[in-house]
């Protein structure tokens, strides 16, 4: 009790220096960096596979420069206080993303997608401008809130009235075009649990009848609404049977409400009750049901005589690629199949990479993750910490998914490695939760307009 | 709230942690493990990543590479498959490899550390230098002429060279095309359920993995055991032995095939083979100094490697008088590969001294550059210098004026022995015709090549067969293969074209220059000059009951 009450009335953090360094120049020296390194990786990749510097490779260091330039002056001109290392951290990925697709398309001739995705990188950079520059301050977004959850259900339930691919109804297919509305729907979702919860989060905290020990029955007024919408998400993406995105909105949901108010047992009901679900669901599903089948024992169908699954081929696939590395080109992911460029892709990125560059990565990760609790942490409204604690959990929910996944940690579920995986909706997606982030760091990071002034 | 967003990003920390140990664990301490999978294809699809290096015969590839296009991505080819399957064997995407592309498959398919000279960068890189060369002890125009010998018919041919233990052909008949099996898929399925289905067994290696009861070659082993033993001081006096010999302890009559072996020489034995003489004469050795001869020939020994495995040739060692009377003339359990037999050869050419033989000269990298090369190495001495000498003399005779004259090459010294074998149930089995034969040129010291030739089928006529007739034509074709001989006839023949220079481009010979005259050749028949036994000389070899013809 004493600690929640002291933690409502925390005072604000300190407000930052006046002469807060903008530290523009520092983000386009990583910036160069992170393009010098994806060019050399692409033309590595073209002389490793075909012997010689690829054909499109002006097209792909001039769109990768040409993208991280435009978003750079963005940034300087609209938000010249917002962290140097987030937009550079998603151009190094977008280009490394790039790098292995063009080096999975050398083994699929029959199937080349590195252009599609360059071009939709591009649309996606083009949004995080566009973003950057038109919303001046977040808070407007708190104003959107419920039409961000009505535009959110929307996307979420029309891909049910389309075709389901791979046994999932979570694409939307239109002129040659496939399409993901799940991934924007994370977006907006985020933004209404934080718009819902700093509004509401007060009562949250503070209301609601005792039930024993620490632990306290929400208020139902309050909660209920916030609570309906989560379990109708989660329902319709179980019915479109994409289990991974389920889990990131559940995920998303506990540890937003957990952010608003504090209440660790709520968390533990949430997880157990999750748990449940996830085992009713692995029983009775059979999609899902083979693939915990196939995480406890990834090589069960090679001692059926089926040869190895798209599970044991990851594994094969990381294991081959050792502390070091086969080299980007020389590693033999091909083999594990369809999938291999899309929710498998980091099992290329292990195996040319090896230990020390998938490290790397996730590193990478990790660090653009802290970036984003850091944002949440200098802000000083609620709505701004809790929208960028939501982003950055997205995005660290996603790759503890999708990395526990292929490297049978846990179940796989088919998820997107954000910016790695071939996809258009998820690129574009994780632009724009770079864009919201640089815009909630320029907030958080910029002095106090009188001291500015001053 | 700051508190909350501090553990949310505490608990994140704690995902990646997970992540990252779980992915040491998976590449570092699971890495071996996946790497082992069967299931795994890595290690095939690295392996046929590069062409294969190749092996040589006189310096030349007889193997290649196709690029398949397949994920396994190159296959084996075979420039003359068949005449050379017995040296290289296969080398099969789906069937594993055999004989020398099994043994010295770490270098040709590049994985010998000996490729690089900074193996260790390899490791590193995980790269993998190009296949390395196995140059073989083969010679093209003496593999030739054996395959040649012997083609559409059963048998086998090995030459050595007796002072080094090269070998110089080795030929294997009827055989097949490895090239079939190169591959994955059904055509590789398919050649390889025909290969082994087939009754005439054309993937068995009969040079070095096929025994034959040697027959009257085997005495050669006796007479020398009788020479260094002293049981045999004089070779020309009698030997009192009736004619027919009644074997020891037994009411059964050993015959010889011919007359005139009564009281024999040991010399007129093996030069006109008589079965009584020698059977007696290993009686007379002993069971204990016959089997430490053929023991000190290389009988027995299992581990021969050249550098594939050879069958072990077996001398029975604990048998009675009667048996060993027997297996003195190569019958009764008494089993030698053709590659034991010309061992037997070169020994008596290489005054008792058996080398070891060898198949790889030498082993290099794809620039040429040395990786291992063989090395001659002694098996110790099968006779005293002295009873190699006189050996000599007896086996010239054979050639010059007894058994074998149709092994003779003028202007070559050429010694030999002829050989039918009994075998099968109560003699059933057509007999096996061998040769034993080994050539120097005349005025020298050096020995030049011994050979040992088996024809398993030489003749649906049972009566025509004799090492003679069917073995010893083929020896004489590797010999003048071998051994350039001061041709009379039609002077530096036109180079075969299916050989090319690579004939000539053999090693040197200390006779000389000149290229041996090729055997197939048809200006070169093989049972040549219409030379037959003198109708006085006793018709030779006839084992245990085999009555007279």
Known sequence: MTALTAQVAEPAPPPPDAHAPRRRGVELTLLAGAVLISVLGHLYVGLATTGRIPAGSARYAGGLAGAALLAHLAVRLRAPYADPVVLPIAVLLNGLGLVLIQRLDATTPAHLTADDQLLWSAFGAALFVVAVVLLRDHRTLQRYAYLSVAAALVLMLVPVFFPAVNGAHIWIRFAGLSFQPGEFAKILLAVFFASYLAANRT???????????????????????????????????????????????????????????????????????????????????????????????????????????????????????????????????????????????????????????????????????????????????PFGRLLATGLASIVALQVFVIAGGVTGLIPLTGMAMPFLAQGGSSVVTNWIIVALLVRLSDSARRPEPQESAA | MIRYIRWCAYFCALLLVALLVNIGRVQVWEAAAYGANPANKRPAIARYAEPRGDVLVDDRPVTGSRDSGQVLRFERTYANGPLYAPVTGYSSQT?????????????????????????????????????????????????????????????????????????????????????????????????????????????????????????????????????????????????????????????????????????????????????????????????????????????????????????????????????????????FNTKATPLQMAMVAAAVANGGELKAPYLVDRTTQDDGSPVRRGAPRSLGRAMTPATALRLQELMVKVVDNGTGRNAAVPGLVVGGKTGTAQHGVGNAGTPYAWFIAWAKAEGTGLPGVAVAVVVEDASAVRGDISGNGAAAPIARAVIRAALPVPDPGPAAPAPDPAEGPAAARGPARPQGPARPQDPARPQDPAPARGEVPAPAAPVPEAGPGGGPR
């Open chain 2, 95 to 331: 069937y594993g490899t055999s004989f020398v592309e099994r043994a010295e498959d770490a270098v040709l398919s590049g994985t010998d550390p000996g490729l690089s000279a900074f193996p260790l960068w390899y490791e590193l890189s995980r790269g993998r230098p190009g296949g390395g060369n196995a140059a073989t002890t083969i010679r093209a125009a003496m593999q030739r002429a054996a395959y040649t010998g012997l083609a559409g018919k059963r048998g086998a041919v090995a030459a050595l060279e007796p002072a080094t233990g090269k070998i110089l052909a080795l030929v294997s008949s009827p055989s097949y095309d490895p090239g079939t099996l190169s591959g994955t898929g059904p055509r590789a399925e398919a050649a390889w359920a025909r290969l082994n289905a087939d009754p005439a067994k054309p993937m068995l290696n009969r040079a070095l993995r096929e025994t034959y009861p040697p027959g009257s070659t085997f005495k050669i082993v006796t007479a020398a055991a009788a020479l260094d033993s002293g049981t045999v001081t004089d070779v020309d006096a009698p030997t009192e032995t009736p004619d027919p010999y009644p074997l020891p302890g037994t009411s059964t009559l050993l015959p010889n095939a011919g007359t005139g072996c009564q009281d024999a020489s040991m010399a007129d034995a093996v030069q006109w083979s008589c079965n009584t003489v020698m059977a007696k004469i290993g009686v007379r050795v002993g069971l204990r100094g016959m089997v430490e001869a053929a023991r000190r020939f290389g009988f027995n020994e299992d581990g021969l490697r050249v550098p594939s495995w050879v069958s072990r040739s077996n001398f029975d060692t604990d048998m009675s008088q009667d048996q060993l009377a027997l297996s003195s003339i190569g019958q």
């Open chain 1, 203 to 381: 009562a949250l905290a503070l209301t609601g009848r005792r039930l024993f020990w620490r632990l306290r029955l929400l208020p139902g007024r309050v909660l209920g609404p916030i609570l309906a919408i989560w379990l109708l998400s989660v329902g319709v993406l179980v019915l479109e049977r994409d289990l991974g995105t389920s889990l990131l909105f559940f995920g998303l949901f506990v540890i937003m409400l957990f952010t608003a108010t504090g209440r660790i047992g709520w968390i533990a009901i949430g997880l157990v009750l999750a748990g449940l679900g996830a085992y009713a669901v692995g029983t009775l599903e059979p999609h899902v049901n083979s693939r915990v089948d196939d995480w406890l024992n990834p090589f069960a169908s090679i001692d059926r005589g089926e040869g190895p699954g798209q599970l044991a081929q990851s594994l094969f696939s990381f294991g081959a690629g050792g502390l070091l590395g086969a080299g980007l080109g020389h590693g033999q992911s091909f083999l594990i199949g369809f999938a291999a460029k899309s929710d498998f892709v980091l099992a290329t990125a292990g195996e040319e990479l090896g230990l020390v560059g998938l490290t790397a990565i996730l590193l990478l990760y990790g660090l653009l993750v802290s970036r984003g609790f850091r944002t949440g942490l200098a802000l000083r409204d």
